[in-house]
């Protein structure tokens, strides 16, 4: 399924947009359990708490099966044509991740400030966020500043926008909203768009896949091995010589 003109405009307009499909729940269970495997045998590569608790896996697409099915599932990738177009890439290197919050988890409570995916229109993406699980204002859903993807680009090197003083002062940040989600349910996010993941407050825990996807840019003379062609097909129009056979 589609966006209609209306849920189109609601995510330009905002920069956020939850999906209006879920990933079936026989698939979410599989995907789960197969992240809990990875986690459980330390299929690296990994990232650890404090406490040398496994919370993070990485190279979810090289990790092949479930992951690029659930990557490359309808439910996502029609809303994106939406939004992208026909031609879509996925890309190995920017968030490709699968992340397991846990209370008292110390390394994630330091993620959890608001940032953007992407800092600059060097290349704007879309996000996505797959949740395995339900999340809400206990375990740590998804905050967004609504509309704070049309602000100005930051250069790489500046405050955290948490710490930005004229940020601070100008109280946009005091705009978050938190976006509770059902375990399949899908987020998809403009990357310049203010956001943060809450804190885990429970004894349980709060799984969730991110994922970037971005159009096939139509003027890279040359394929980056580092994008996955999803959707569609590399096209060129660029309007320079060809060289000749």
């Known amino acids: 399924m589609g966006l209609t003109v209306e849920q189109y405009h609601f995510f330009r307009h905002n920069g956020f947009i939850k999906l209006p499909e879920r990933i079936p729940s026989q698939i979410i269970a599989e995907l789960k359990n197969?992240?809990?495997?990875?986690?459980?045998?330390?299929?690296?590569p990994i990232t650890v708490d404090q406490h040398n608790r496994p919370i993070r896996i990485s190279r979810i697409w090289e990790r092949g099966g479930i992951f690029q099915s659930v990557i490359t599932h309808p439910c996502v990738l029609n809303p994106l044509e939406t939004l992208l177009?026909?031609?879509?890439?996925?890309l190995l290197n920017r968030h490709n991740h699968a992340t397991l919050r846990l209370k008292d988890d110390h390394y994630s409570a330091m993620s959890t400030g608001i940032h953007r995916d992407v800092d600059q229109w060097t290349r704007t993406i879309v996000t996505v966020l797959f949740y395995l699980e339900d999340t809400n204002l206990d375990n740590g859903c998804t905050y967004v500043v609504p509309g704070t993807h049309l602000a100005q680009g930051r250069p790489y090197g500046s405050p955290t926008i948490d710490d930005d003083p004229a940020l601070r002062a100008s109280g946009i940040l005091d705009q978050r909203v938190p976006v509770p989600m059902p375990a399949g349910g899908l987020l998809a996010i403009d990357s310049m768009l203010f956001h943060a993941a809450g804190q885990n407050k429970t004894d349980g825990s709060r799984i969730s896949m991110t994922a970037g996807y971005h159009s096939v840019d139509d003027f890279a003379g040359v394929s980056d091995p580092k994008r996955v062609l999803v959707c569609g097909e590399k096209t060129y129009q660029g309007n320079d010589p060809q060289q000749k056979d």
Do not use: A
Not at 85 to 90: A, H, K, M, S, T
């Open 85 to 90: 177009g026909p031609n879509i890439e996925y």
């Open 34 to 44: 197969t992240i809990l495997s990875h986690i459980e045998d330390r299929v690296e």
